[in-house]
């Protein structure tokens, strides 16, 4: 069975950071990655990690604050958070896919349960 186990989520000040870490089980993934999902709005990608972390990619708005990284032997996936701003605030989800690249919802297919991510301003 495959099992993908989000932690590190919490409430945390605007200007602030939260590392999130995702350890998966049963399989290892090509690609990785991290989506949220705000209330009322569409989940959206986050970042992506491909070739055991050799190439990593993000979406434009996390661009220099969030970095994801692979922690290969621990099967682990992690995404730290800086300068954290208000509109951060969703429920985020790692998933994992066989593709060699993927930043869709629709081609990832394995889900973790989510941790939640409040910034207060």
């Known amino acids: 069975q495959v099992q993908l186990v989000e932690s590190g989520g919490g409430l945390v000040q605007a200007g602030g950071s939260l590392r999130l870490s995702c350890a998966a089980s049963?399989?290892?993934?090509?690609?990785m990655g991290w989506f949220r999902q705000a209330s009322g709005k569409e989940r959206e990608f986050v970042a992506g990690?491909?070739?055991?972390?050799?190439?990593?990619y993000y979406a434009d708005f996390v661009k220099g604050r969030f970095t994801i990284s692979r922690d290969n032997a621990k099967n682990t996936v992690y995404l730290q958070m800086n300068s954290l701003k208000a509109e951060d605030t969703a429920t985020y989800y790692c998933?994992?896919?066989?593709?060699?690249?993927?930043?869709?919802?629709?081609?990832?297919?394995?889900w973790g349960q989510g941790t939640q991510v409040t910034v207060s301003s």
């Open positions: 998933a994992a896919t066989l593709r060699l690249y993927s930043t869709y919802v629709r081609e990832y297919e394995y």
């Open positions: 049963g399989r290892t993934f090509s690609t």
């Open positions: 990690s491909s070739w055991g972390g050799s190439n990593t």
